[in-house]
């Protein structure tokens, strides 16, 4: 099977955390927590502020495996490249109103034999920390039509 990848591909994408992505989120979630939604409690907590719910997060990821998947497609792919899921998601630093998200993807592994990839993701703020690290699995799914 062709993946139409190279171990190393990269992508990124860049996100401005807005209150109305924390609010549509819970709406999207039903996680309504106060520390997410409620200024007034989250600013009596350890955070002093509402922090983005981990979701929210872990999908600025999925910009970049789409980003991924469309160059495969682009490059010839056998099959349809679609997200196996993420491991080891790790929330290392909380993301905050104002904070510019930098989600990375770097492809680093290809197993074309089972139609698989895997890629090392991180999302990074404005200020340099690391907020999120994870390995993504895209799985390449033949269609028989």
Known sequence: MSL???????????????????????EITGDHDPLHVDADYAAGTAYGQR???GA???????ATASEIA??????????????????????????FIGDVLAAQYRV???DA????SEAACAVVNQ??????????I???????R
């Open 51 to 53: 922090i983005a719910h």
């Open 113 to 116: 034999a089972r139609g698989r």
């Open 4 to 26: 139409g990848l190279e171990i190393g591909a990269e992508a990124r994408f860049t996100k401005t955390v807005t209150e109305r992505d924390l609010l549509l989120t819970a």
């Open 70 to 95: 469309h160059r495969a497609i682009a490059a010839g792919c056998t099959g349809v490249p679609v997200s196996l899921g993420y491991d080891r998601v790790r929330f290392l630093a909380p993301v």
């Open 127 to 136: 200020r340099g920390e690391t907020c999120l690290v994870a390995r993504h």
């Open 138 to 144: 895209m799985r390449w799914v033949t269609t028989t």
């Open 108 to 110: 680093e592994a290809l």
């Open 56 to 62: 929210l997060v872990l999908g600025v990821l999925s």
